[in-house]
T-cell receptor
């Protein structure tokens, strides 16, 4: 079945540090890939997405590239800010594949990021 | 209006109570979702309505009963809940019907439910 594996957190960085949160996936078809962010006390917000191999999603200084050869969608940001402190979820959505795929949005377990001033 | 609004924000209920969670969106979205999120866990899908019809029920216990009165509203009726049902309940919507893979989900802020 489809699954998403994220790096274990929590991650603690100083302001302006470089961020990488690893995400790998398993899917039967050709999934779309997403990063969602959840700030404290709020629901999830879409941060970025990519719908096919080699696509790069970007938003608010965050980037992630859909790598089919390594089945990865790692999230990166060159210089984090205190306001980036949140929980980040990698997710996939897959309709296709020889086994029918899954219509569900499958989430990873989430990675908590804390950025200190 | 690009928001999904959920009420109440917080709810405390006993195991014999009946309560309802409400969700509203005025973006003309065709699919609406209920998710359950336990602390420090990812959201888990419960129900999906697509074009006002129940499309997905993820084997949710019958003490949770969804209702979609119209395309803008989604309710979750609660009855005889257990303490382990305490969680953040998130509503979400998407523009197209459920079978579109790359649709963005818009989430509400959730209802934090505590069952005593």
């Amino acid at each position: 079945g489809n699954s998403v594996t994220q790096m274990e957190g929590p991650v603690t960085l100083s302001e302006e540090a470089f961020l990488t949160i690893n995400c790998t996936y398993t899917a039967t078809g050709y999934p779309s890939l997403f990063w969602y962010v959840q700030y404290p006390g709020e629901g999830l917000q879409l941060l970025l997405k990519a719908t096919k191999a080699d696509d790069k999603g970007s938003n608010k200084g965050f980037e992630a590239t859909y790598r089919k050869e390594t089945t990865s969608f790692h999230l990166e940001k060159g210089s984090v800010q205190v306001s980036d402190s949140a929980v980040y979820f990698c997710a996939l959505s897959d309709l296709g594949g020889t086994q029918g795929g899954s219509e569900k949005l499958v989430f990873g377990k989430g990675t908590k990021l804390t950025v200190n001033p | 209006d690009t928001e999904v609004t959920q009420t109440p924000k917080h709810l405390v209920m006993g195991m014999t109570n009946k309560k309802s969670l409400k969700c509203e969106q005025h973006m003309g979205h065709r699919a609406m979702y209920w998710y359950k999120q336990k602390a420090k866990k990812p959201p888990e899908l419960m129900f999906v309505y697509s074009y006002e019809k129940l499309s997905i029920n993820e084997s949710v216990p019958s003490r949770f009963s969804p209702e979609c009165p119209n395309s803008s509203l989604l309710n979750l009726h609660l009855h005889a809940l257990q303490p382990e049902d305490s969680a953040l309940y998130l509503c979400a919507s998407s523009r197209e019907g459920y079978r579109t893979t790359n649709e963005k989900l818009f989430f509400g802020s959730g209802t934090q439910l505590s069952v005593l």
